[in-house]
């Protein structure tokens, strides 16, 4: 996984926490931060890095847990974005710097968070079930990008949109992707994908890291489709007692780790080991002033 760049950086022995101040590349040029209408419960954002507006990022009724997990970009085992500390929404507006590269957006996002809600952090190791992803003995299965990937789509941060297939899996429009689930049923089409990436997306529905170790360097375009079974889930995410009213879909298909195998030629092998999780040391309720 790629390090964090925060501006809270720690020491994790001594807990010692040194802040840095952004430069100017760093930071939006202006930003107005207001909470939203208890009724508007329409989360949207648009704009930024990568899209057609790249100059004006815009959200509507954002919870500050999705700020958090997008502008440290990170995985679910590490953060619930649902966590009730950070479930107030707010609608903000910022101008991003010509040029800004994501990675610059994301720090932008970063420091708006440290200097406008006061937020402070750090992570710690945790115990936990990893994975390390390696190459099948029956031999690799991935299809090597044809360097003709479509565009990115005009706003990454919304939802891919699909239809539903006759074996009741998604179906996205041709040349374009995403993830998504229905009753159960999910699929992920990608271009250009690397093994890294390959580890984010299986890192997030594994519920724990999963550590590259496949030697792969190329770029590939995956369509991979899995079952999961939603009452096991929701009983995962802290929803057990709204279990019980789950109708009983009955198993549609492969688990991850067996389609990842049959259909990647990838093999997610189990161990004990250690994630970082996020800790939330403090979080202002209301926003200092635009």
Known sequence: MRPLILTLACVTAARVCIVAQPTPEQSFAVASVKPASPSDFAISCHG???TTDPGLWRCTSVPIGLLITQGYELDR???????PCCLARFDISARVPPGATKEQFHQMIRNLL????????????KAMTTY????????LKLKESTGNAPPETDDPWAPPTYTTG???YPVFSAGHGGVAGIGGRYR???FDVTAKDICKTLSFYMGGPVIDTTGLTGKYDVDLRWWIDIAWAMERAGYADVVKDLPDLGRSGPPLTRAVHDQLGLSLRERKGQGHVVIIEHLEKTPTEN
Request: charge should be negative; aromatic fraction near 14%.
């Open 77 to 83: 085992y590490q953060f619930r974005a649902n966590d």
């Open 188 to 190: 992920w089409v990608g």
């Open 114 to 125: 440290e200097d406008r809600f006061r937020l402070k952090l750090h992570f710690e190791k």
């Open 166 to 168: 006759k074996d009741g």
């Open 48 to 50: 930024g890095p990568g």
């Open 132 to 139: 390390d992803l390696t190459i099948a003995e029956s031999g």
